[in-house]
């Protein structure tokens, strides 16, 4: 079944078939996604940069460090630390930041709940590599606070990786969310960037 266009300005009333949809651009990649034994589809990819460098995380960006032990079983298929890795290292990071502040945690009234994780790489690790993690707080809101981690190897002051996580303060009986706990947002200022 072929595609049968529309004139600029007309809404097609036919929905596209997959052939029509998807096409194979010059300098794209192509990721292919099987739909049963009979399809086939093709879908264009950007190719990936690395991050530019003045948008590479320094170490004097952060202000807490804690050394991060590697494994063996961190290394995946291609020989890397496995980019799951490197989230549980953020989590770990900005848990420990929390306890700190709010000792009783995790069996307290209110909890930190993650509500948005995100990670850049700009080079890989391997296992075994000396690490560290660097921690900030980027922003605090009433009932939400936005830390920072940036993933060191020991000695160097570019970022192998670096993200952020969010978290919001919910009562844990009923998972509203509700303010920051005083004790908690008062070290939570102390690690803010400015």
Request: glycine letters at 6%.
């Amino acid at each position: 079944m072929a595609f049968q266009g529309h004139r600029k300005g007309q809404k097609s009333t036919r929905r596209r078939p997959w052939k029509a949809i998807v096409q194979t651009f010059e300098n794209t990649l192509s990721t292919r996604v099987f739909h049963s034994a009979n399809q086939v589809a093709t879908f264009p990819r950007k190719i990936v940069t690395m991050p530019k460098p003045q948008h590479i995380e320094t170490r004097d960006r952060y202000l807490v460090f804690s050394a991060v032990t590697t494994r063996w079983k961190d290394n995946d298929v291609y020989g890397h630390v496995n980019n799951a890795v490197y989230n549980a290292w953020m989590d770990t990071a900005v848990t420990q930041f929390f306890r700190e502040h709010w000792p009783g945690l995790p069996n307290t009234a209110s909890i930190p709940v993650a509500v948005e994780t995100c990670f850049t790489f700009h080079r890989s690790v391997t296992h075994p590599t000396d690490l560290e993690t660097g921690f900030r707080v980027e922003r605090i809101g009433n009932s939400s606070v936005r830390c920072g981690v940036g993933v060191f190897i020991q000695g160097e002051t570019k970022a192998a990786a670096w993200g952020h996580m969010i978290h919001v303060w919910v009562e844990k009986e009923s998972a509203r969310a509700i303010p920051i706990p005083q004790e908690v947002r008062r070290g939570l200022e102390l690690a803010l960037m400015k």
